[in-house]
T-cell receptor
Framework: TQLLEQSPQFLSIQEGENLTVYCNSSSVFSSLQWYRQEPGEGPVLLVTVVTGGEVKKLKRLTFQFGDARKDSSLHITAAQPGDTGLYLCAGCNQIIQGAQKLVFGQGTRLTINP | DAGVIQSPRHEVTEMGQEVTLRCKPI?????LFWYRQTMMRGLELLIYFNNNVPIDDSGMPEDRFSAKMPNASFSTLKIQPSEPRDSAVYFC?????????????FGQGTRLTVV
């Protein structure tokens, strides 16, 4: 079983602060994704990282894929109340020819206080 | 496209009853996933299909759970008989295989409460 461990599980900070959440595994993934989920909705994709060491930026969000493709981080600069939500990482691996599997971490529940 | 459509949005049923959850994936997508989300266990993959064929059902909790995908535009997840511990939000997601990974589009979920 491929497991993704996210940390911290809960994070509450003040508006304007910076934060980093982590996603770690003992398994290698062909790609890794970050999703954001709001109450009453399904997760929505933020970014996909594919190459070891890859860094992607989405406005104030910076995503990094570890060199060994086993871990990833999400850094938010100058957090805003609108960033509040559940952040999920998901690892993708090819299981059999033509078929891929997507497994999720348990998520980091982020609260940004005004 | 309207996105992934799940029905019902909410279901309350008594223990022992049969429950059927429905999903219409995005047209043209070749993968369909069923997930269950709880506070304790997070988002768990139950089963997924590729081109309507079940690929991996190792996440299905027990024989009370079954899933079908009779065609590319419809899937069901059935629980029979239901138990209170099955209470959770069940998500369906679909995707189209891309070269760099599998981007999953989720429905809004079905909140199941078994009393």
């Amino acid at each position: 079983t491929q497991l993704l461990e996210q940390s911290p599980q809960f994070l509450s900070i003040q508006e304007g602060e910076n934060l980093t959440v982590y996603c770690n595994s003992s398994s290698v993934f062909s790609s890794l994704q970050w999703y954001r989920q709001e109450p009453g909705e399904g997760p929505v994709l933020l970014v996909t990282v594919v190459t070891g060491g890859e860094v992607k930026k989405l406005k104030r969000l910076t995503f990094q894929f570890g060199d060994a493709r086993k871990d990833s981080s999400l850094h938010i600069t100058a957090a805003q109340p609108g960033d509040t939500g559940l952040y999920l990482c998901a690892g993708c691996n090819q299981i059999i020819q033509g078929a891929q599997k997507l497994v999720f971490g348990q998520g980091t529940r982020l609260t940004i206080n005004p | 496209d309207a996105g992934v459509i799940q029905s019902p949005r909410h279901e309350v049923t008594e223990m022992g009853q049969e429950v059927t959850l429905r999903c219409k994936p995005i047209s043209g997508h070749d993968y369909l996933f069923w997930y269950r989300q709880t506070m304790m266990r997070g988002l768990e993959l139950l089963i997924y299909f590729n081109n309507n064929v079940p690929i991996d059902d190792s996440g299905m909790p027990e024989d009370r759970f079954s899933a079908k995908m009779p065609n590319a535009s419809f899937s069901t997840l059935k629980i029979q008989p239901s138990e209170p511990r099955d209470s959770a939000v069940y998500f369906c997601a679909s995707s189209f295989t891309l070269g760099g990974g599998t981007e999953a589009f989720f429905g809004q979920g079905t909140r199941l409460t078994v009393v």
